[in-house]
């Protein structure tokens, strides 16, 4: 075995390795780049090196910084973990050629089952039905136009190379697939360094599983069961069980045979999983991972076996620890990933300060693994991905009942997160009935929301609330270091020599689709009285009463009803995750009569941190409403912003290349006379 190991990734998965390693009595050396100085996967690990900058491509990605770093750490071994160089055969012949063990298949496995194109006409070979499509070596743009209108619309692009849903865009017809192409071609080179893409049919309304297999150098190959990995946005899985519920055994048992058949087609060893279309019981091949998947875990709960056990073992050359007849399944697990992201907003990434993660303890049945904690930066370099909460029970409802309340117990405040959206999918019947597909989230985006006016005012009482409490112990905390602990004159709860006080606060909500105090504007009574604080936002009075602790624990009560929320409190913003519902308050008015100028003056401002990749319009351009100004990737995803009114551009406050920062002004357009602002 290997007595010392480099781990090439980060976050939660390069913390997840080391825990195995330092298990076997392996020694661990993380690598990072200049963001991630202080994050958690270093401290993990024995020891760490510096591999570059913070974009991926001079860190995570530089294959010969990392190589250099393993050897002069004394390393015998990479492991890869999953994305970035993961499913890259050059850099695993690099670490052959430098007498370096890769965790994971042969450069020649990589190169034929990575490669989407390749890998579909292995599997033809072996006997698998393929989705219908075009995987051919010509990548020309009419040539590709041709191919999409051959097979019909919609159609899928997808990145030839990588995998976790970079790269890869539905085209609904003709007009669409020139962006949609470009766009595909940017993500898969800043992603996998290879701009070339295949298409195929879109299945819609069909169900996504995967078999994980594992093999060895001495021609042993197993499955390890199936997943069902159907509930999707951007591509990118969400929530995803094990085993796969509905299917029959017959489809169940062709599957496992056919995956273990795609892996003795290519000679594999080590950890692989084989993806399957399904739809009215017939499944299509679509690719082969050739690594470690991100929903590992769920295999792992309902087998007891740990995966990246197995993969050192099998590098180190030893055979798999069991064979098929000793494999068995127990139980149900689901994970579900927590991200920096806005649901509200298409999803798009959330960077910045971390100021709380409060996630489930441990306790039987419960996993949690993540690469971040509380005043963490979260870097709008990498993938979004917070945490993963994993849950087993001895059957599915007991399982999803499990991750109900483990969700329930998670609180994220500073950065927006599919935490709400994640709970309300685990309440939805096609989900609880197992019969979620891979539309199911673009769905329930467009299903009408419960709440409103009601909800932001118990919200709004709730910060209120907060705020009062935290301004009680700031004036505790002074009138014990001047000794007037006793002294009316140091009270906070509005007590008058005659009588009791009246205050007025304004809160108001800054909203997800805009990242800006734009959302509801509440006027908050407060009325100090002998039995305590009454609220009121308009219509009738609340009694308040709570304690708040110095890690913003907040447990209250509103007229007697019990809530638990979660709060940070910084200058004039008030954090607040109410029963996982994050919401962000602004005290006073003074930024909203800004961002009402700014919004009227046909700015555009970055919807998030990023990198300009595109920028479509030059000064002096005439552009209409909805046109496409420029690209900004981060997280491994793009987003266009396009034109909220007609005119032309005035200002261009960016180049192509730049770094920007939420909020930043990009584009400045003065408006046609006959055009208004967007609202």
Same mark, same amino acid.
């Given at each position: 075995?290997?007595?010392?190991?480099?781990?090439?990734?980060?976050?939660?998965?390069?913390?997840? *390795?080391?825990?195995?390693?330092?298990?076997?009595?392996?020694?661990?050396?993380?690598?990072?780049?200049?963001?991630?100085?202080?994050?958690?996967?270093?401290?993990?690990?024995?020891?760490?090196?510096?591999?570059?900058?913070?974009?991926?491509?001079?860190?995570?990605?530089?294959?010969?910084? *990392?190589?250099?770093? @393993?050897?002069?750490?004394?390393?015998?071994?990479?492991?890869?973990?999953?994305?970035?160089?993961?499913?890259?055969?050059?850099? /695993?012949?690099?670490?052959?050629?430098?007498?370096?063990?890769?965790?994971?298949?042969?450069?020649?496995?990589?190169?034929?089952?990575?490669?989407?194109?390749?890998?579909?006409?292995?599997?033809?070979?072996?006997?698998?039905?393929?989705?219908?499509?075009?995987?051919?070596?010509?990548?020309?743009?009419?040539?590709?136009?041709?191919?999409?209108?051959?097979?019909?619309?919609?159609?899928?692009?997808?990145?030839?190379?990588?995998?976790?849903?970079?790269?890869?865009?539905?085209?609904? !017809?003709?007009?669409?697939?020139?962006?949609?192409?470009?766009?595909?071609?940017?993500?898969?080179?800043?992603?996998? /360094?290879?701009?070339?893409?295949?298409?195929?049919?879109?299945?819609?309304?069909?169900?996504?599983?995967?078999?994980?297999?594992?093999?060895?150098?001495?021609?042993?190959?197993?499955?390890?069961?199936?997943?069902?990995?159907?509930?999707?946005?951007? =591509?990118?899985?969400?929530?995803?069980?094990?085993?796969?519920?509905?299917?029959?055994?017959?489809?169940?048992?062709?599957?496992?045979?056919?995956?273990?058949?795609? @892996?003795?087609?290519?000679?594999?060893?080590?950890?692989?999983?084989? %993806?399957?279309?399904?739809?009215?019981?017939? @499944?299509?091949?679509?690719?082969?991972?050739?690594?470690?998947?991100?929903?590992?875990?769920?295999?792992?709960? *309902?087998?007891?076996?740990?995966?990246?056990?197995?993969?050192?073992?099998?590098?180190?050359?030893?055979?798999?620890?069991?064979?098929?007849?000793?494999?068995?399944?127990?139980? =149900?697990?689901? %994970?579900?990933?927590?991200?920096?992201?806005?649901?509200?907003?298409?999803?798009?990434?959330?960077?910045?300060?971390?100021?709380?993660?409060?996630?489930?303890?441990?306790?039987?049945?419960?996993?949690?693994?993540?690469?971040?904690?509380?005043?963490?930066?979260?870097?709008?370099?990498?993938?979004?991905?917070?945490?993963?909460?994993?849950?087993?029970?001895? #059957?599915?409802?007991?399982?999803?009942?499990?991750?109900?309340?483990?969700?329930?117990?998670?609180?994220?405040?500073?950065?927006?997160?599919?935490?709400?959206?994640?709970?309300?999918?685990?309440?939805?019947?096609?989900?609880?009935? +197992?019969?979620?597909?891979?539309?199911?989230?673009?769905?329930?985006?467009?299903?009408?929301?419960?709440?409103?006016? #009601?909800?932001?005012?118990?919200?709004?009482?709730?910060?209120?609330?907060?705020?009062?409490?935290?301004?009680?112990?700031?004036?505790?905390?002074?009138?014990?270091?001047?000794?007037?602990?006793?002294?009316?004159?140091?009270?906070?709860?509005?007590?008058?020599?005659?009588?009791?006080?009246?205050?007025?606060?304004?809160?108001?909500?800054?909203?997800?689709?805009?990242?800006?105090?734009?959302?509801?504007?509440?006027?908050?009574?407060?009325?100090?009285?002998?039995? +305590?604080?009454?609220?009121?936002? +308009?219509?009738?009075?609340?009694?308040?009463?709570?304690?708040?602790?110095?890690?913003?624990?907040?447990?209250?009560?509103?007229?007697?009803?019990?809530?638990?929320?979660?709060?940070?409190?910084?200058? %004039?913003?008030?954090?607040?995750?109410?029963?996982?519902?994050?919401?962000?308050?602004?005290?006073?008015?003074?930024?909203?009569?800004?961002?009402?100028?700014?919004?009227?003056?046909?700015?555009?401002?970055?919807?998030?941190?990023?990198?300009?990749?595109?920028?479509?319009? @030059?000064? #002096?351009?005439?552009?209409?409403?909805?046109?496409?100004?420029?690209?900004? %990737?981060?997280?491994?995803?793009?987003?266009?912003?396009?034109?909220?009114?007609? !005119?032309?551009?005035?200002?261009?406050?960016?180049?192509?290349?730049?770094?920007?920062?939420?909020?930043?002004?990009?584009?400045? *357009?003065?408006?046609?006379?006959?055009?208004?602002?967007?609202?």
């Amino acid at each position: 075995m290997f007595a010392r190991l480099l781990i090439a990734n980060r976050g939660e998965i390069a913390c997840r *390795i080391a825990r195995t390693a330092r298990a076997m009595g392996i020694e661990t050396i993380a690598v990072y780049s200049s963001a991630d100085r202080l994050a958690r996967h270093v401290s993990a690990c024995d020891r760490a090196y510096w591999i570059g900058a913070a974009p991926a491509r001079e860190s995570y990605l530089n294959g010969k910084a *990392i190589i250099q770093a @393993a050897l002069a750490s004394g390393a015998q071994a990479i492991h890869p973990g999953y994305g970035f160089l993961s499913e890259n055969a050059a850099f /695993a012949q690099a670490c052959g050629d430098a007498g370096l063990q890769f965790i994971g298949p042969s450069p020649a496995a990589i190169q034929a089952m990575g490669d989407k194109a390749t890998a579909k006409r292995l599997m033809a070979a072996v006997g698998l039905p393929l989705v219908p499509g075009y995987d051919e070596d010509a990548q020309d743009e009419a040539g590709l136009l041709a191919a999409a209108e051959q097979i019909g619309y919609p159609v899928l692009i997808k990145a030839r190379s990588g995998g976790g849903g970079k790269g890869m865009r539905i085209v609904r !017809g003709e007009g669409e697939f020139p962006a949609a192409l470009a766009a595909c071609r940017r993500e898969s080179l800043a992603s996998f /360094a290879d701009e070339r893409v295949i298409i195929e049919r879109l299945i819609e309304g069909a169900r996504h599983i995967e078999v994980q297999i594992f093999a060895d150098r001495h021609g042993h190959v197993v499955h390890l069961f199936d997943r069902d990995c159907s509930l999707q946005r951007r =591509h990118q899985k969400v929530i995803e069980e094990a085993p796969a519920p509905g299917l029959s055994a017959v489809l169940r048992a062709q599957m496992s045979q056919w995956a273990r058949d795609a @892996a003795r087609a290519v000679g594999y060893e080590g950890a692989g999983t084989v %993806e399957f279309m399904v739809c009215n019981e017939a @499944a299509c091949f679509i690719e082969m991972n050739t690594r470690l998947q991100v929903e590992h875990p769920v295999t792992e709960m *309902i087998t007891g076996l740990d995966l990246v056990e197995w993969q050192l073992r099998v590098a180190a050359g030893k055979p798999l620890p069991l064979d098929q007849t000793q494999i068995t399944a127990q139980g =149900h697990a689901f %994970e579900a990933r927590l991200c920096a992201e806005d649901p509200q907003a298409d999803f798009l990434p959330s960077s910045g300060p971390l100021l709380a993660l409060h996630l489930p303890g441990a306790e039987q049945g419960v996993r949690v693994d993540s690469g971040v904690a509380s005043g963490d930066q979260i870097s709008p370099f990498y993938d979004s991905m917070l945490a993963k909460l994993i849950v087993h029970a001895a #059957d599915r409802p007991l399982a999803l009942d499990q991750m109900q309340r483990a969700l329930s117990r998670c609180c994220v405040l500073g950065v927006r997160t599919n935490l709400e959206l994640l709970r309300r999918l685990c309440r939805l019947p096609e989900l609880m009935d +197992g019969r979620a597909d891979t539309a199911l989230i673009a769905r329930e985006d467009q299903a009408p929301r419960q709440g409103g006016l #009601d909800d932001s005012a118990r919200s709004a009482k709730a910060a209120a609330l907060a705020l009062l409490l935290q301004e009680s112990m700031l004036a505790d905390e002074a009138a014990r270091r001047s000794a007037q602990t006793g002294s009316p004159w140091s009270r906070t709860d509005g007590w008058q020599a005659f009588g009791s006080a009246r205050r007025q606060l304004r809160l108001r909500e800054v909203t997800r689709s805009t990242h800006h105090a734009a959302g509801q504007l509440i006027d908050i009574d407060i009325d100090y009285r002998r039995d +305590g604080w009454w609220l009121s936002t +308009g219509v009738g009075w609340t009694r308040v009463e709570g304690q708040l602790d110095h890690a913003g624990h907040l447990r209250g009560a509103l007229d007697g009803q019990l809530f638990d929320a979660w709060v940070s409190m910084a200058g %004039e913003h008030i954090h607040l995750c109410l029963e996982g519902d994050h919401a962000q308050w602004m005290i006073g008015e003074a930024t909203v009569r800004q961002t009402v100028r700014v919004r009227q003056s046909g700015s555009h401002a970055a919807p998030m941190p990023g990198r300009i990749v595109s920028i479509a319009v @030059a000064l #002096d351009d005439a552009v209409k409403r909805g046109q496409p100004l420029l690209v900004i %990737e981060a997280m491994k995803m793009e987003y266009t912003v396009q034109a909220s009114v007609a !005119g032309t551009v005035t200002r261009i406050g960016c180049a192509l290349g730049d770094t920007v920062a939420l909020g930043q002004i990009l584009v400045d *357009i003065t408006q046609g006379q006959d055009e208004h602002p967007v609202t």
